[in-house]
């Protein structure tokens, strides 16, 4: 039965490793912001009550282990389940045993994070959630230690990468004008959600460095992955080639694990044989089971991509009879998602490409993509309040300032990526939308009570637990300063007071 060895990839151990265990890093980073931000958000006193939200999904038919009841202790216990699950696949301890248990453990993973999201509702609105949702599903058919990693879950996973990334570049050149005449990046670092600590000397390069970063950004996104499925060394060269602008995204700013998920992901492409050539300390094999030790004796040399072997005698995979049971479950998982994959491949080239959307209520087979205009302009919102009784532009205005979202001149951003901070970045959306957002003026009012488990989530109460008399809502423009600028006054930051957006308010305003 040697054209069995053809659903085997014995040489992609370490993509293995770093999938399995890289989707569940980013599972823990995940289950770590939804405890500390759910319940201040949407828990059962949160900004958008998840019970009052619950009633809706028996129309909606999403699937949510909330259907039936909600509570912030129930939100807590699962959060807890699933730091302990992911942070154990980390370690590589389900690994150990029979394919079925990391399956299970992804699948258990996945059921408990889509819960979350189905009634996240706008704080849950993100492309790496569904991002997520759906590597962890895929990634749950690599099997473990105890076999060889499935070609075919390696190829949707692959598939996968190609979506996110090509998805990505598609959405730009169909998007702004800036993608197109490579200006995009004249203002993006300075405009994008949420900085980091070099956005500034990122926006500083000069013009013709930030031409040069669009045209690579399209080469990466547009051209690079249709190489992941090249023979090798080009499928690992174009892997490399994604994880390194990858990298520098991750350096010029925060996208919660949106870029960490490329990362990993790419990984599915990279042969070992290849990373060992390249870098000679590193181990042939990874793992010490009988079949890697077949596959090493192996007279056959592995030249080909996802799609060849050269792996030599079919004592490479074992021959009992439940992991010829595994290779078939995995195979149909493959198959299942490829037809899923029919509907984002049918909208990556549609005239009118979606966005981040889901087909189907499973997050399976989603299609992704970001940025496809860039904001030319940082209008910031910037929430104040005030112990005065009677509220004037002369009255002791105090700001509330947010983890991650720009406030003081002279402050440095923060490098929040991987974790998310969804207050600060709902934030960003408000000037670009409307500030009548029904979660924001909750927010008003949680501040106007002076809610603890609201003001955890900024980086400082500036009236310490007292309740402010009024809060009012302004914008202000926001402009890296120059280098010139900033040797006179250290302000990383030029800000341009703009106008009053929401008239100063009290507690019994914002209750009516």
């Given at each position: 039965m040697d054209w069995v060895?053809?659903?085997s990839a014995p040489d992609y151990e370490l993509a293995r490793i770093v999938l399995q265990r890289g989707v569940a890093a980013l599972y823990f980073v995940a289950f770590l912001s939804s405890l500390n931000q759910f319940p201040a958000l949407l828990g059962e006193r949160g900004l958008l009550p998840v019970p009052d939200f619950v009633t809706a999904f028996h129309r909606l038919r999403r699937p949510t282990l909330f259907r039936w009841a909600y509570s912030d202790r129930l939100l807590r216990w699962m959060c807890a389940a699933g730091l302990v699950i992911s942070g154990l696949i980390v370690l590589g301890i389900p690994q150990l045993g029979p394919p079925w248990i990391p399956l299970v453990a992804f699948l258990v993973l996945w059921a408990l994070y889509m819960s979350i999201v189905n009634v996240g509702q706008t704080f849950y609105g993100f492309g790496w959630e569904m991002l997520l949702l759906e590597a962890g599903f895929t990634v749950a058919f690599l099997g473990s230690d105890q076999s060889p990693p499935p070609t075919a879950i390696l190829l949707v996973t692959a598939w996968l990468?190609?979506?996110?990334?090509?998805?990505?570049?598609?959405?730009?050149?169909?998007?702004?004008?800036e993608w197109r005449d490579l200006t995009a990046l004249y203002y993006h670092h300075e405009t994008q959600p949420m900085p980091g600590p070099l956005s500034r000397q990122f926006h500083l390069l000069p013009k013709r460095l930030h031409r040069i970063e669009a045209v690579g950004n399209h080469f990466a996104q547009l051209v690079v992955p249709f190489?992941?499925?090249?023979?090798?060394?080009l499928a690992t060269i174009a892997a490399a080639i994604v994880i390194v602008t990858q990298l520098w995204l991750i350096l010029s700013g925060n996208f919660a694990w949106l870029n960490w998920?490329?990362?990993?992901?790419?990984?599915s492409a990279?042969?070992?044989?290849?990373?060992?050539?390249?870098?000679?300390?590193?181990?042939?094999?990874?793992?010490?089971?009988?079949w890697a030790v077949s596959a090493t004796r192996s007279d056959g040399v592995w030249s080909g991509g996802l799609f060849a072997g050269g792996l030599g005698e079919p004592t490479g995979y074992p021959g009992d009879v439940f992991s010829w049971l595994w290779a078939v479950v995995a195979l149909a998982a493959a198959v299942f998602l490829a037809v899923l994959g029919y509907w984002p491949a049918?909208?990556?080239?549609?005239?009118?490409?979606?966005?981040?959307?889901?087909?189907?209520?499973?997050?399976?087979?989603?299609t992704y993509g970001a940025f496809g205009s860039v904001t030319k302009r940082r209008i910031?919102?910037?929430?104040?309040?005030?112990?005065?009784?009677?509220?004037?532009?002369?009255?002791?205005?105090?700001e509330y300032r947010f983890k991650g979202k720009p406030g003081e001149a002279q402050r440095i951003p923060r490098q929040w990526a991987p974790y998310h901070l969804r207050l600060d970045w709902l934030m960003w959306f408000l000037p670009l939308r409307t500030v009548h957002e029904e979660w924001f003026y909750a927010f008003l009012f949680r501040l106007l009570e002076a809610d603890p488990p609201t003001l955890r989530l900024l980086r400082g109460d500036p009236f310490d637990g007292e309740r402010p008399r009024w809060i009012r809502v302004r914008s202000a423009l926001y402009e890296f300063s120059s280098r010139e600028r900033f040797r006179q006054t250290h302000e990383r930051w030029d800000i341009t007071p703009l106008r009053v957006l929401i008239r100063p308010i009290e507690l019994r305003d914002v209750a009516q």
């Open positions: 060895l053809w659903f990468a190609f979506r996110l990334e090509f998805g990505a570049g598609m959405i730009k050149i169909r998007g702004g004008q190489f992941l499925f090249a023979p090798q060394p998920s490329a990362i990993v992901l790419a990984f990279v042969s070992d044989r290849v990373v060992h050539a390249a870098f000679p300390f590193t181990p042939v094999r990874y793992s010490s089971a009988p049918k909208n990556l080239f549609s005239g009118h490409q979606l966005m981040n959307a889901a087909f189907n209520r499973w997050m399976l087979g989603n910031e919102i910037v929430v104040e309040g005030t112990l005065d009784d009677v509220p004037s532009d002369d009255s002791d205005w105090r």
